[in-house]
């Protein structure tokens, strides 16, 4: 961008808000694939199906890292609380395991998700049973479960085996739909397990291989679904540079996006050239070594 100059001197603080206010419409925008399509409506119908007493049946999102499973999880949590006729005070839970859960933890951190007091539960038999009351007196619908790969990466087998049964006793006794969202190996815990297979039997795979299906509807819609249109030339680099490179994420691809949209926006510019998009990626991908 006419030489790579600095930028944070050449531009005014109204230059910088405007900057500002256009990346928040950018940021706020989701670029849907077909594949996230199917995912909202389906997580629409079940929040329904629950609050209507029809049985709900549960989703894996899976993916591999910055394939964007998370920020699709932060939209089902978006659209169910904005459902109006779902009847109840909570009707969306989150949580993101840590690293090498257990059904204790997993139980206990639903419980604090939910604000819900269980310090006078003595025993796990005690404080499962008020799980599942809590999820029926604040009339749950859906529950949302991050990182669930932890469950099976680098855990004892007990464990692994704990939290499966929990996952069936929970798909048994409440009617909520589940959703575990991880990396690929997170099926591990329905491999052999009918149960599991028969209440979960929706898939959502996120792809980070952006030249082809739903990775290339991705980049269009991101490219184009922002507040600055982009030239065919920074939109054929912008691709480009993200088909070629390795391990490329929902992740990246929003930075160079946002990079050469600000680029643009601070420049005054009514579109996205190939100059902006060069100098996003030079930012973007900066790597700096000195000898």
């Not at 680099?237 to 390795?246: A, F, G, H, L, S």
């Not at 996006?257 to 926006?265: G, L, N």
């Not at 060069?278 to 700096?288: E, F, P």
């Given at each position: 961008m006419e030489g790579s100059r600095e930028t944070s001197s050449r531009f005014t603080p109204e230059d910088w808000r405007r900057a500002a206010t256009q990346l928040a419409v950018l940021s706020k925008t989701v670029h849907e694939t077909n594949a996230l399509r199917l995912l909202f409506a389906k997580m629409v119908h079940e929040a329904r199906s629950a609050a209507y007493g029809m049985p709900a049946s549960g989703v894996w999102i899976l993916g591999d890292p910055g394939s964007g499973k998370t920020t699709a999880l932060e939209e089902c949590e978006r659209r169910i609380t904005a459902m109006v006729d779902l009847d109840s005070e909570m009707p969306v839970v989150v949580l993101s395991l840590l690293p090498r859960p257990t059904m204790h933890s997993l139980v206990r951190d639903l419980l604090k998700q939910m604000k819900y007091p269980f310090s006078s539960a003595r025993t796990f038999s005690d404080r499962a049973e008020l799980l599942f009351a809590a999820i029926k007196a604040l009339r749950v619908r859906v529950i949302l479960i991050d990182e669930t790969h932890h469950i099976v990466e680098g855990n004892r087998t007990a464990n692994q085996q704990a939290l499966r049964n929990l996952i069936k006793r929970l798909l048994d006794e409440t009617n909520v739909c589940l959703v575990l969202a991880g990396l690929p190996e997170t099926t591990r815990l329905r491999d052999g397990d009918a149960q599991i297979d028969s209440r979960m039997p929706a898939e959502v795979t996120l792809s980070t291989d952006y030249s082809k299906g739903d990775g290339e509807a991705l980049v269009a819609a991101m490219l184009h679904?922002?507040?600055?249109?982009?030239?065919?030339?920074?939109?054929?680099?912008?691709?480009?540079?993200?088909?070629?490179?390795?391990?490329?994420?929902?992740?990246?691809?929003?930075?160079?996006?946002?990079?050469?949209?600000?680029?643009?926006?601070?420049?005054?510019?009514?579109?996205?050239?190939?100059?902006?998009?060069?100098?996003?990626?030079?930012?973007?991908?900066?790597?700096?070594?000195?000898?």
């Open positions: 679904g922002g507040p600055l249109r982009f030239d065919e030339a920074a939109s054929e680099r912008v691709i480009e540079i993200i088909v070629n490179r390795e391990k490329a994420s929902a992740r990246l691809l929003g930075k160079v996006i946002q990079e050469a949209t600000k680029a643009a926006v601070l420049l005054k510019s009514e579109r996205v050239s190939l100059a902006h998009v060069q100098h996003a990626i030079s930012l973007t991908l900066l790597r700096v070594s000195e000898k």
